[in-house]
């Protein structure tokens, strides 16, 4: 069984790092499940990350570049596009520059590879309420009207059925897609336990400077080991330091992101 992961990017070479570092700790125990990873980058112009494309520096499967910028859900849905024309792999996995994975996402991962799952999102965010909850695969689910694009599983079959029907446009794409779906019948769910943490704080859909308490987050999240919480707290912190946008300290404490979990539970 074959899964692409799709990373959406632009000017965020410092988060994709950080971002390409967790996927390469994580730990595939499904000896039948090939993994590839797409970039997908949308007209970048960081010198550094223009050096580290040059010379394909991740080894990734393939890199597509936009020719003109096309916003985050022009670059999502190109993408999208880009799967189903070039790729023969049975499930799409939309990552973002911004996202950090735990140790436990390749078990969870693999229960619903199994069960031929539709559509399953292993971001549980803050921005999108619940409906209600139930079990499927012995792991506990949130059943919602809409989930984000980013932290999604997708069949190839689901996804074909998005771009059929689903019109892209400049904001908002994954809450159409979400309303397509759920009026024709299909459950949108996300694991209770989000597997993926945001680390980006500002963006075309989501941004802490823009939505203030209302930031997306991930909740229910947690690393399985203290010292990986420690390194995505330093990590953290080198990256907004060197933002130079606002002290990293005040970000992490008034976002109500993950980390302020983090840093409690390594002081304890």
Not at 101 to 124: G, H, Q, R, W
Not at 163 to 189: E, F, H, M, T
Not at 199 to 206: E, K, R
Request: proline share 1%; glycine share 4%; aromatic share 14%.
């Amino acid at each position: 069984m074959e899964i692409i992961f799709g990373i959406t990017h632009y000017n965020r070479f410092n988060l994709l790092k950080i971002c390409l570092d967790f996927l390469d700790n994580l730990s595939f125990k499904n000896s039948n499940l090939i993994i590839k990873i797409n970039l997908y980058d949308d007209a970048s112009n960081e010198l550094e990350f223009a050096d580290f494309i040059k010379y394909n520096r991740y080894r990734f499967n393939r890199i597509i570049r936009n020719e003109e910028n096309m916003g985050s859900t022009g670059n999502i849905y190109n993408m999208y596009i880009d799967f189903l024309m070039n790729e023969t792999a049975e499930f799409f996995f939309n990552m973002d520059c911004d996202l950090v994975v735990s140790e436990s996402f390749p078990s969870a991962l693999d229960k619903f590879l199994k069960n031929d799952t539709k559509l399953i999102s292993f971001y549980n965010s803050s921005s999108h309420g619940r409906k209600s909850l139930k079990v499927i695969n012995k792991e506990l689910v949130v059943i919602k009207d809409h989930i984000g694009s980013a932290g999604t599983l997708f069949s190839r079959n689901c996804l074909d059925d998005i771009i059929l029907n689903v019109p892209s446009r400049q904001i908002a794409y994954d809450w159409d897609w979400s309303s397509y779906l759920n009026k024709n019948g299909n459950s949108i769910y996300s694991t209770y336990r989000s597997y993926f943490l945001h680390i980006g704080f500002s963006g075309d859909n989501n941004s802490i400077f823009q939505l203030g308490n209302g930031f997306d987050r991930a909740l229910n999240f947690f690393f399985d080991s203290k010292e990986k919480s420690k390194a995505t707290y330093v990590q953290l912190k080198t990256y907004l330091n060197k933002s130079n946008i606002i002290d990293s300290e005040l970000i992490i404490s008034k976002s109500q992101f993950m980390i302020k979990k983090i840093i409690l539970w390594l002081k304890a």
